[in-house]
């Protein structure tokens, strides 16, 4: 999928940030998130593929408490560097479906040499069951 790097509203470094979130991540996907999220906005084309993503079983991460959110993970390469799209649920989704927000042990916009507005190719690196 390819999309421009927009800015977030900072609900995402929450979110990874949690220690229950942290562990999970270590657990299922093989790393501690970076305390923040890298906001793709998905465009022309590749938007089907999205919507796709998003119906689809994956890896999820559950919270402790049933009151927090819940969120689906995609495992993901950019450019040698892996992460991970996160989907939390619909219900607390504070972008459009077309903005995916993607986690990974390190700050991606350093690692990548990116910023708002540069465009990106993201792998999705398997499609759950």
Request: charge should be negative.
């Amino acid at each position: 999928m390819t999309g421009k790097i927009v800015s977030g509203l900072g609900k995402g470094a929450y979110f990874v940030g949690l220690d229950w979130v942290q562990e999970q991540c270590m657990e299922k996907l093989g790393f501690r998130p970076y305390p923040g999220t890298l906001n793709l906005r998905i465009e022309g084309d590749t938007l089907h593929l999205l919507e796709q993503l998003q119906n689809k079983k994956t890896e999820e991460l559950i919270p402790p408490d049933p009151e927090s959110c819940a969120a689906k993970v995609l495992p993901v390469t950019i450019n040698n560097e892996s992460g991970a799209i996160i989907i939390p649920d619909e219900a607390v989704r504070v972008h459009g479906n077309e903005v995916v927000e993607i986690m990974a042990p390190l700050r991606l916009k350093n690692a990548l040499n990116v910023e708002d507005g540069d465009s990106l190719t993201v792998v999705v690196s398997a499609v759950g069951r």
